[in-house]
């Protein structure tokens, strides 16, 4: 199995709303990443663990909560989002540190509208 | 500042020629670098990595160079078919420990 899949594919939400994206791999990958991705930009990283530890939060608004349950699992949890915070956001897993010359495995991603 | 630079118009060619597009860096010393195809609504799949000691990388009809001293990547489609047109980024090591993306070339193969 070499899928990093996403849950769920499409997501609209009020700003007060409160959801979870989630994201599973059983590739055993120890690291896992999640991205964000605005319309013809790049993804930019938010999070990453390692080892189910938080190792890199890339200053992410506090609405944006990061949870690894395991190392098969990672969560995001939102609340009170603004419209801005509308994009598709990328799980991605890999087998070890990105320094080793790891490569990224991507999940389909959650398309998330804020109204 | 630190740059990651990709052709930065949308790349038009007919089918069977070869694609090619380029990354260029500055104020970077990667230690690698990788090259992702995403299509329209999905993640980003790799293609291919190349070290810094390394000049050339091949797979089937892919192709990739690396100039540390031109600090520039080169990214090659051969046989270039309509099935291959996607956004092609390519992805610096940050020894910082981050993959930092380039803005991506998009880039469609007409029949």
């Known amino acids: 199995d070499t899928e990093v899949t996403q849950t769920p594919k499409h997501l609209v939400m009020g700003m007060t709303n409160k959801k979870s994206l989630k994201c599973e791999q059983h590739?055993?990958?120890?690291?896992m990443y999640w991205y964000k991705q605005k319309a013809k930009k790049p993804p930019e990283l938010m999070f990453v663990y390692s080892y189910e530890k938080l190792s890199i939060n890339e200053s992410v608004p506090s609405r944006f909560s990061p949870e690894c349950p395991n190392s098969s699992l990672l969560n995001l949890h939102l609340h009170a989002l603004q419209p801005e915070d509308s994009a598709l956001y990328l799980c991605?897993?890999?087998?070890?540190?990105?320094?080793?010359?790891?490569?990224?495995?991507f999940g389909s991603g959650t398309q998330l509208s804020v109204l | 500042s630190q740059k990651i630079e990709q052709n930065s118009e949308a790349l038009n060619i007919q089918e069977g020629k070869t694609a090619t597009l380029t990354c260029n860096y500055t104020n970077y010393s990667p230690a690698y670098l990788q090259w992702y195809r995403q299509d329209p609504g999905r993640g980003p799949v790799f293609l291919l990595l190349?070290?810094?000691?390394?000049k050339e990388k091949r797979k089937e009809r892919l192709k990739v160079t690396f100039d540390t001293t031109l600090k520039q990547s080169l990214f090659h489609i051969t046989a270039s078919q309509p099935a291959d047109s996607a956004t092609y980024l390519c992805v610096l090591y940050n020894q910082g420990g981050k993959l930092i993306f380039g803005q991506g070339t998009e880039l469609s193969v007409k029949p």
């Open positions: 991605a897993s890999s087998q070890g540190d990105p320094g080793q010359g790891r490569k990224l495995f």
């Open positions: 590739m055993g990958h120890r690291a």
């Open positions: 190349i070290r810094e000691n390394e």
